[in-house]
């Protein structure tokens, strides 16, 4: 490039990187032999520093109210029309796929372009593009994130069983033995009675203001002992355990550890009843802060969600109790046909005993047999309805009746606050009484100034445990609600099952004894009963019957 068209000519002759790297040699060579070091600097690239020269700056008028950071390169043509100015660009660094350049912002005096075309000449060569960030093809062994529901449930296993009946007659009681597995490594086993999970229920309650325990089986004075009802309570008393301990809250009370655990169970109840009386209706965490908790004061709900809620709550609960009702004359019906099914089987046998016929007899037995199969099928599909659906139904009902004695802790939570509240208003009253009187009783205002403050914390614990009752019960309820569903889902897929097993079962029974019909004239299709000769000396053919029968071949002949 001549000095004439380079930007960066001056009137003094700049001195090139070679002869700067060279200036001895430069100066004993002539200019016409250029020397062996010199073609070598121009032959490799430089490394060093490009030394800039200063250019000389012509100021001129413009329009543009931004100035010099809006104009435009100048055009080459004076009388081309003005180019709009043009944003200033930030240059971003970013990685760019092999063989593609980085591009540089625009630079209006093209310094940088013309930097570029130096820098080629000078041999100097641009920095290597960077690949592009890829994703890694080895697989992290880190699992993804638990659900806080997934991460509250225990790592222990509750199972009841082997019910046992002890007692003498007025006493006589059913014992269950409690076995707990505890984080996969611990398994220990308690004998506990039907009591013992009432007063754990009971317990649990009162110490756990705002929450929903899962409630025991009701009683049942008639029919205790029965083998079927004593199967359906110790189901009832797993499932209550097993939904106790997945509780987030419930499952850390220390009353279901010592439940779980203790093998002197009586005794140490005794013990914690003397230390820290059992909570009652009037007592628990309101009576353990010295408030008041009765009220003749009637409870009108403040909060639209919490009354939608218990209109919800009485129209599920009808809508369950019908359901059960409809359940319970199901059960009744297949119980009913299962007896009918043994009355005919005992009929049909009873009969194929006096048929002479062999042909006839066989199958009135076999179908005798058959009855008999029917009837098992009814009444195992009975008992696996209420062991099913039934225990599900039952459970909710109960449900619902817990989370309404929650509803109604909070509403004594509320009358025991606004009782603080009156309270703190007389010893109000009192104080201001005292004030007015002067230092004359400053013993008694002291007094009184302290317990003014007593009755500002009791109603401010009392407001707090209002509110927090009235947080947990909301979040009880969504946990009831999603657990609802996924039971209910269960129950009825356990029900259908059970109904297409048992129709099945009935189907492969009928298809069994249409075979043995058709190959009646095989002699072992059916059973057929011995015949006893009472006088051997008697020819076959001679008796009374075979003449009769004689006879009646000729009248047909």
């Known amino acids: 490039m001549d000095p004439e068209e380079s930007p960066w000519a001056d009137t003094s002759k700049p001195t090139t990187l070679a002869e700067e790297s060279q200036p001895s040699q430069a100066a004993d060579t002539s200019p016409s032999t250029p020397s062996a070091s010199q073609k070598a600097a121009s032959s490799k690239p430089s490394r060093g520093p490009r030394r800039m020269v200063a250019q000389p ?22 009388n081309a029309p003005p180019v709009p100015p043009l944003k200033e660009q930030m240059v971003i660094r970013t990685s760019m796929p092999q063989g593609q350049q980085a591009r ?47 991460a509250s449930k225990p790592n222990f296993t509750i199972h009841v069983g082997d019910p046992v009946k002890i007692g003498d007659l007025t006493s006589s009681h059913i014992v269950y033995s409690v076995r707990t597995r505890a984080y996969k490594q611990s398994e220990f086993e308690v ?19 705002g929450f929903v325990v899962p409630p025991p089986p009701d009683k049942q004075a008639v029919g205790r002992f029965d083998s079927n009802f004593v199967e359906s309570r110790r189901a009832a008393l797993e499932k209550m355990l097993n939904k106790t301990a997945s509780h987030p809250i419930l499952q850390h009370d220390a009353d279901l550890k010592l439940f779980l655990e203790s093998e002197a169970f ?7 009843e003397r230390r820290d009386p059992l909570p009652t209706e009037s007592k628990g965490v309101l009576g353990s802060l010295g408030i008041s908790v009765g009220s003749s004061n009637k409870f009108v709900e403040q909060d639209d969600w919490f009354h939608d809620r218990k209109v919800y709550l009485d129209a599920l609960e009808n809508q ?28 049909l046998h009873a009969l194929s005993t006096v048929e002479l016929s062999p042909s006839l007899s066989g199958p009135l037995d076999a179908l005798s047999d058959l009855q008999l199969t029917i009837r098992d099928v009814y009444d195992r599909q009975a008992q696996q309805d209420v062991l099913t659906f039934g225990i599900i139904i039952e459970e909710y009902i109960r449900l619902i ?8 802790q909070r509403q004594k939570g509320f009358h025991a606050w606004h009782a603080a509240e009156s309270e703190l208003q007389k010893k109000k009253s009192s104080q201001d009484k005292l004030l007015r009187q002067g230092k004359s ?33 909301k979040t009880e309820l969504d946990r009831f609600e999603k657990e609802k569903v996924e039971d209910f889902k269960s129950g009825v897929e356990t029900f259908l099952e059970g109904a297409v097993e048992a129709q099945k079962e009935l189907i492969e029974k009928w298809e069994t004894f249409l075979m043995q019909l058709d190959a009646e004239d095989d002699e072992s299709a059916f059973y057929k009963p011995p015949v006893y000769n009472q006088d051997a000396t008697k020819v076959p053919g001679d008796t009374a019957v075979d003449r009769a029968r004689a006879r009646l071949h000729e009248d047909s002949d």
């Open 57 to 78: 700056t012509r100021l001129e008028a413009v329009d543009d109210p931004l100035g010099p950071l809006g104009a435009a390169p100048p055009a080459e043509d004076d």
């Open 104 to 150: 540089r912002a625009h630079d209006p005096h093209g310094v940088d372009d013309e930097g570029e075309e130096s820098e080629q000449k000078i041999g100097g060569r641009a920095p290597p593009p960077v690949e592009a960030a890829r994703p890694s093809g080895v697989r992290t062994s880190t699992q993804p994130s638990m659900s806080v529901e997934q």
């Open 191 to 209: 004998k506990r009675r039907y009591r013992d999970f009432l007063w754990l229920y009971n317990t649990l309650h009162a110490n756990n203001p």
């Open 266 to 272: 009586n005794v140490d109840i005794k013990h914690k």
């Open 320 to 347: 369950l109790k019908g359901l059960l009702k409809a359940m319970d004359q199901m059960v009744g019906q297949r119980k009913m046909m299962a007896e009918a099914a043994g009355d005919f089987s005992a009929s």
């Open 401 to 408: 009746g817990s989370i309404k004695q929650a509803f109604s």
């Open 441 to 473: 009783q400053q013993d008694r205002l002291n007094q009184v100034n302290a317990e003014v403050g007593e009755a500002e914390r009791k109603v401010h614990q009392a407001r707090l445990l209002f509110d927090e009752m009235g947080r947990s019960l």
